[in-house]
């Protein structure tokens, strides 16, 4: 806790739920950590672990439903159970943005869905929120890239089959037109380009398949842990630490097969962030489940867009869910994006 506490940037409140269960002696609680700069504070929340787990797996269910409407009661809920009892203790820090740091099933969830029924809003409508893995100090406490921000983009590197992304070969070029760099679309998006150039620049956008599935993904025959580039080549997440990404402030995992099951424990997501923060990243951004094409590519798209306007990473992306929530109201659509790693 005490490296936290030195790694968090000024301005940015850390929550980290641990659920205490099947502890000899000990009742059954989530215990909820607030981490500050100068205070940690520890609140107890009675739970029924059944009851928990089993609000955990229908509300990812209904996020993952476009066309269910009934997720409210379980984001409610859940709201009342994670943050309503330390509301004082956030509040009182005054936070310029919330770093979670979720265990076990809690990874399956986007904390900026937790719906506030007493003020009628959304965590994000509160603050900008990033996530944090375990070795995430690490890359909070590196030296920002200095300089001129400028894209690497590589999108839909297989244009002519059942895996054509026409929305994220769209979402490419339209990065690419916010944001000066280099774009390499369709077949032009191998593998090598990706291991030449990635070092060299502070942003990498990746509108490509992803399998993060350790069993792998059938419906678009990729190994698990892989990136899709063209002519069919892969590229094994465990061989990320050689790349050399020590200058990388951002890499963004768009229109990947982030999807995940939750009868695990949440351990794929956190190993895609650990991976590449391990690797030098400052921050990745991944989705839990497979994102709708238009509504990705949009989110994307405005996320860069207030990026260049000088906003911080997590301004930028809540800034972008929150256009995103007018045009398409259901969290299916615009919840899914979640920053791993630093915030600002």
């Known amino acids: 806790m005490a490296k936290l506490q030195a790694a968090l940037p000024a301005g940015t409140v850390a929550i980290q739920p641990v659920l205490l269960t099947n502890i000899k002696n ?3 609680n989530i215990a909820l950590f607030v981490v500050g700069k100068d205070r940690v504070t520890v609140t107890k929340v009675s739970i029924n672990p059944q009851e928990f787990d089993e609000v955990l797996a229908k509300y990812r269910g209904k996020l993952e439903n476009p066309v269910s409407d ?3 009661k379980y984001q409610q809920q859940l709201y009342d159970w994670l ?3 330390i509301e004082g203790e956030i509040a009182a820090a005054a936070p310029q943005q919330l770093a979670i740091i979720p265990t076990g099933k809690l990874r399956y969830i986007p904390f900026e869905t937790l719906y506030d029924q007493e003020t009628g809003q959304y965590l994000l409508e509160k603050y900008p929120i990033h ?3 375990r070795i995430s100090p690490r ?3 590196r030296p920002r890239v200095q300089g001129e921000r400028r894209v690497l983009t590589l999108g839909n590197p297989v244009p002519v089959s059942p895996q054509n992304l026409p929305a994220a070969e769209e979402e490419a070029k339209n990065i690419h037109q916010i944001i000066s760099g280099a774009l390499y679309i369709r077949e032009a998006a191998t593998l090598g380009i990706f291991r030449e150039k990635s070092p060299g620049f502070s942003l990498v956008h990746l509108a490509t398949h992803g399998c993060f599935r350790w069993e792998g993904c059938d419906n678009l025959g990729m190994p698990g842990n892989t990136l899709l580039f063209a002519n069919k080549e892969t590229f094994n997440l465990a061989d990320t630490a050689r790349l050399g990404l020590d200058n990388t402030d951002i890499i963004a995992l768009s229109a990947c097969e982030t999807a995940i099951s939750t009868v695990t424990n ?3 997501i956190a190993g895609i962030a650990y991976l590449f923060e391990q690797a030098g990243v400052r921050s990745v951004m991944a989705s839990l489940w497979n ?7 949009d989110v994307m798209v405005r996320f860069y867009a207030n990026l260049q306007q000088g906003m911080t990473k997590a ?4 800034q972008a869910k929150l256009t995103q929530i007018k045009v398409q109201p259901h969290p299916f659509y615009w919840s899914p994006f979640v920053l791993i790693g630093d915030g600002g």
């Open 26 to 28: 000990v009742p059954n």
């Open 70 to 72: 009934q997720y409210r």
């Open 83 to 85: 943050i309503r009892p």
């Open 131 to 133: 996530y944090l893995t």
């Open 139 to 141: 890359a909070l406490g």
């Open 266 to 268: 949440g351990a794929e």
């Open 291 to 297: 994102v709708e094409d238009k509504a990705g590519k």
């Open 315 to 318: 301004e930028a992306l809540r």
